[in-house]
């Protein structure tokens, strides 16, 4: 079985700072990660995502973020936070090649503080 | 491409009560799923249908739960005898998969937001 653990429920950054979300994963074949982010009201918009290949992918809004099949992880990340980041984010897992469903972790809400 | 639609935005019943809800994919695509999102938590995948075949049910799917896409298109997702236990934001996606390597790419509508009294 798959799931995701996100550390984390809330993490504050003062703006200009570095965003660290971070993601472990647990899945029996070689999975397919993401990113979603969810602004208030509005249903989920996808930031990155790994398949295969480079294990760092860049996503929209200057997010990135690193899959280290040895340590399970795939953390997001950005280099400098902007106000309009703050929004809740989620990783998912799903099954690589094999299926469609997307597993999700809890989520966690980032706030920018000015 | 007009994304994925989902009607209504929110719904309030009462318990006992049968709700229904729709959602429209982006247009053409094959792949259509359904997540229930409870307040703090992540989206749970209910169930997923390719065209109008529908190929997984979660667990979380009781019998008071039933989901169609006639035409694989547009899909229904409907609830009887609603509980209090059934608030919660239901999420529609969809996605394009052709050829053998899955993309996965999900594309999510806003939600029906059900409050069940």
């Known amino acids: 079985a798959q799931s995701v653990t996100q550390l984390g429920s809330h993490v504050s950054v003062s703006e200009g700072a570095l965003v660290l979300l971070r993601c472990n994963y647990s899945?029996?074949?070689?999975?397919?990660l993401f990113w979603y982010v969810q602004y208030p009201n509005q249903g989920l918009q996808l930031l990155l995502k790994y398949t295969t290949g480079a294990t760092l992918v860049k996503g929209i809004n200057g997010f990135e973020a690193e899959f280290k099949k040895s340590e399970t992880s795939f953390h997001l990340t950005k280099p400098s936070a902007h106000m309009s980041d703050a929004a809740e984010y989620f990783c998912a897992v799903s099954e690589g090649n094999q299926g469609g469903k997307l597993i999700f972790g809890q989520g966690t809400e980032l706030s920018v503080k000015p | 491409d007009t994304g994925v639609s989902q009607d209504p935005r929110h719904k309030i019943t009462k318990r006992g009560q049968n709700v229904t809800f729709r959602c429209d994919p982006i247009s053409e695509h094959n792949r259509l799923y359904w997540y229930r999102q409870t307040l703090g938590q992540g989206p749970e995948f209910l169930t997923y249908f390719q065209n109008e075949a529908q190929l997984e049910k979660s667990r979380l799917l009781s019998d008071r739960f039933s989901a169609e896409r006639p035409k694989g298109s547009f899909s229904t997702l409907e609830i009887q005898r609603t509980e209090q236990g059934d608030s919660a934001m239901y999420l529609c996606?969809?996605?394009?998969?052709?050829?053998?390597?899955?993309?996965?790419?999900?594309?999510f509508g806003a939600g029906t937001r059900l409050s069940v009294l």
């Open positions: 996606a969809s996605s394009l998969e052709s050829g053998s390597r899955l993309k996965n790419i999900q594309y």
């Open positions: 899945s029996s074949v070689p999975p397919y």
